[in-house]
């Protein structure tokens, strides 16, 4: 196997030679350095959404597969080719979840929170599960930021939906993303529409993929999404969407792009622009990243006006949108915007074993309990190696344990800043603590 190293993900090439130390394809280790940019990242998040009157919702992480194959839609790739469904000791059909808005309908629904003002808004965090080819920004777990707003039609809520993700990709430094908008129209407008996809795509079945040609019997829309380089020229010519939408469709659309002018948001109409799930309507829209090369969608989402219904509740118009982290953090490493962490120890604890090692772990039990980070050796080194892990953790003090302070009912303070040491009372652990200026709590 080979293995590429980014900087946060490992992408295997070729057929892993499987091992115990070895971790399922498609899946990543966050380490710690790197999941202080996550947690920095999560912070954001729920900054912007707090600004936004978002309340979080943590869902299962596993639902009935039907949830999905209804919700989703049956002939779309991910209920077709891409679950991990399995059964559970029960007989139940379960799926472990691969995207948030149909799981986040449900427990709406269960939770009869549309009994209270509307509309809901929701957002939530976690891993999805998709059998996809791996490559860099493709993986089989991984982790979409999403909300969810319940109750309302307001084409202000679709540009709302824009303006979320856009406020979290510039909090966090990034830009030259693009933004990509079309209305995919509704149950009213869409049937001719695809019968117009039908009579243009008919007489050229044979000149299409293989998966073009069952999507035009199943889903001719899907076939506006095809990546193969042969349906291109086809699909550039096929009929717009905009030439079918009603009056209704075509009225909503150009209020969501008003409020996108007054919200000043830049967008590209892209009449091609269509969703990998059955549930939307009207709206859909992309952020895109170019310097991300082939997955270079950086957020996406859409409105869905019947999925509620779909799911057994009241006819409830809804929008949503999702960020995939990883992208974002590939995004932000691609532009050098992520940083190094800058976190370190306000102090080392140098001992020299027996009742030296004692005073400095009954010292370090008393910082640690006031939040403070402090470190102390482990490992038996001598007095030079652990100046040097110190060093190496940019450890802001080194207090030294020494037999002869100790005895003194003292030790050494050295401030690795500009090297000048102090003597410190160790009866006096508060004024130590005051003395080194810690506030880490
Ligand atoms: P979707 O749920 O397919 O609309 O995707 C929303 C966002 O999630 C995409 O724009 C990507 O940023 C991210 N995403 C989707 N699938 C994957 C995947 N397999 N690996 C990493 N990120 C993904």
Redesign the pocket.
């Known amino acids: 196997m080979v293995a590429t190293i980014t900087r946060f993900f490992t992408i295997e090439e070729g057929e892993p030679t499987m091992t115990l130390a070895t971790r399922p394809r498609g899946t990543n280790d966050i380490l710690p350095a790197d999941a202080e940019l996550w947690l920095e990242l999560e912070e954001k998040i729920r900054r912007v959404c707090h600004a936004y009157g978002f309340g979080e919702i943590r869902t299962p992480i596993f639902e009935h597969t039907e949830l999905f194959q209804r919700g989703i839609g049956d002939t779309t790739d991910i209920v077709e080719k891409e679950m991990y469904t399995f059964t559970d000791r029960g007989e139940r059909s379960l799926t472990l979840r691969p995207?948030g808005t149909a799981p986040v309908v449900r427990a709406f629904l269960e939770n009869k929170l549309g009994s209270g003002p509307l509309p809901v808004k929701l957002y939530y965090y976690g891993p999805m599960f998709?059998y996809?080819r791996p490559q860099s920004?493709?993986?089989?777990q991984?982790t979409?930021f999403g909300f969810e707003i319940l109750g309302s039609d307001d084409p202000l809520l679709d540009a709302e939906s824009i303006a979320l993700p856009l406020e979290l990709y510039e909090a966090c430094g990034l830009d030259g993303f693009e933004v990509e908008i079309n209305s995919i129209g509704c149950p009213e407008c869409r049937p001719a529409y695809r019968a117009a996809l039908v009579d243009y795509f008919e007489p050229q079945r044979d000149k299409l993929c293989q998966s073009c040609q069952s999507r035009l019997d199943r889903n001719p829309l899907r076939l506006l999404d095809c990546k193969v380089k042969g349906c291109q020229p086809i699909i550039a010519s096929a009929p717009t969407i905009s030439e079918y939408l009603c009056a209704d469709c075509t009225d909503h659309f150009s209020q969501v792009l008003s409020y996108l002018d007054v919200l000043e948001i830049s967008y590209n109409v892209n009449p091609r622009l269509v969703?990998?799930f059955d549930y939307y309507t009207r709206t859909v829209f992309?952020v895109k990243y170019a310097a991300l090369g082939a997955q270079d969608?950086?957020?996406?989402?859409g409105r869905y006006d019947g999925l509620v219904e779909e799911c057994g509740g009241q006819p409830t118009p809804a929008v949503g949108f999702?960020?995939?982290v990883?992208?974002l953090l590939l995004a932000l490493k691609a532009q050098d915007k992520l940083g190094e962490s800058k976190k370190s120890p306000l102090a080392y604890l140098i001992h020299f074993g027996g009742e030296t090692k004692l005073e400095a772990a009954r010292v370090a039990h008393y910082f640690r309990k006031r939040g403070i980070w402090v470190e102390m050796d482990y490992m038996d080194r001598s007095m030079r190696a652990q100046m040097k892990a110190a060093n190496r953790l940019a450890s802001r003090y080194v207090l030294i344990f020494g037999e002869e302070e100790l005895a003194a009912g003292q030790v050494l303070v050295r401030n690795m800043g500009d090297g000048q040491q102090e003597l410190k009372d160790l009866q006096q652990l508060d004024e130590l603590i005051t003395a080194l200026g810690a506030c880490e709590k």
């Open positions: 995207e998709r996809e920004g493709r993986y089989r991984f979409q969703r990998g992309e969608a950086i957020g996406a989402g999702a960020v995939g990883e992208r």
